[in-house]
């Protein structure tokens, strides 16, 4: 029984340990919906629109995440308009951007 209770603790953590990879994935291609329905008028992937190009943004997430909420320059601020999630759906969006253009 000890044995039993043991494998399935590890299952537990083994299962919990790798939510968030997948969980991040998820939200990645969330973010990739909300950048192309919300944000890809103004902001290419790689190169200058309106505002800079998805790869040569800031790469520190905080910013990320402020800079969306609450809007710099020409940019509006979005923190009303989109969740919390959304954002970080985003945030996680653009690095991956940012990683796979080497950055």
């Known amino acids: 029984m000890r044995r039993m209770t043991l494998m399935l603790a590890m299952a ?11 969980a991040q ?4 291609a969330d973010g990739e919906k909300i950048y192309n329905k919300r944000c890809k008028m103004c902001h290419a992937l790689d190169r200058k629109k309106v505002g800079p190009a998805l790869k040569d943004m800031n790469r520190d997430p905080e910013v990320l995440r402020t800079t969306i909420t609450n809007g710099r320059r020409m940019m509006p601020a979005w923190g009303k308009k989109l969740s919390q999630d959304e954002i970080e ?12 253009a080497g950055k």
């Open 12 to 22: 537990a953590a083994c299962a919990v340990l790798t939510a968030p990879a997948s």
């Open 25 to 28: 994935a998820a939200s990645a």
């Open 89 to 100: 759906s985003l945030v996680l969006f653009i690095q991956k951007v940012q990683a796979e």
